[in-house]
């Protein structure tokens, strides 16, 4: 185990959330698997019919689960870390801390944003929070990440 996945799991948590996808997103492609498996049993009726709907459905419920399984972390202790998805960074090299409502996002996200970013967005949360670096050895100039308490998270990054 990494230094700073031992630091991660003894740290206390200060903020925690996982960026799940909310109900209103599930009904679309629920649907979708369920007419795809119906097509499918139009075309091929008998004993195998179940079998579309067996496959579709989980895979579906599968794929939604996993677009929320990212989540945004901020650890306390000695060395008080962010976690946004599988990246962390020490708090130490966080700079300054922008937040952008979900008007604001676009162009935070589109031209205007640098490739070498680290960015994790997600469509169906509204703000984004972005974090310059001040880390010299590290190429990647800012973290650009989906929150829905970005005041919350922007107080303990500019805290530590």
Do not use: Q
């Not at 075309?43 to 996993?66: D, K, T």
């Not at 205007?112 to 001040?134: F, K, M, N, Q």
């Amino acid at each position: 185990m990494g230094e700073s996945a031992k630091t991660a799991a003894s740290a206390a948590v200060r903020h925690s959330e996982r960026l799940y996808v909310p109900w209103w997103g599930w009904p679309l492609p629920v649907l979708g698997a369920i007419l795809l498996a119906a097509e499918v049993d139009m075309g091929y009726p008998g004993v195998r019919a179940w079998l579309p709907y067996v496959i579709a459905l989980p895979v579906v419920v599968g794929l939604m689960l996993s677009l929320g399984r990212a989540k945004v972390r901020v650890t306390g202790g000695d060395e008080p870390e962010l976690w946004v998805g599988d990246a962390h960074l020490p708090l130490r090299y966080a700079g300054t801390v922008e937040i952008f409502d979900k008007d604001a996002k676009r162009k935070a996200l589109g031209r205007d944003g640098d490739p070498a970013a680290y960015v994790l967005h997600r469509g169906w949360v509204g703000p984004v929070v972005r974090i310059t670096l001040t880390d010299p050895a590290d190429p990647t100039p800012y973290w650009l990440f989906s929150t829905r308490h970005p005041e919350r998270v922007a107080d303990l990054v500019k805290g530590a």
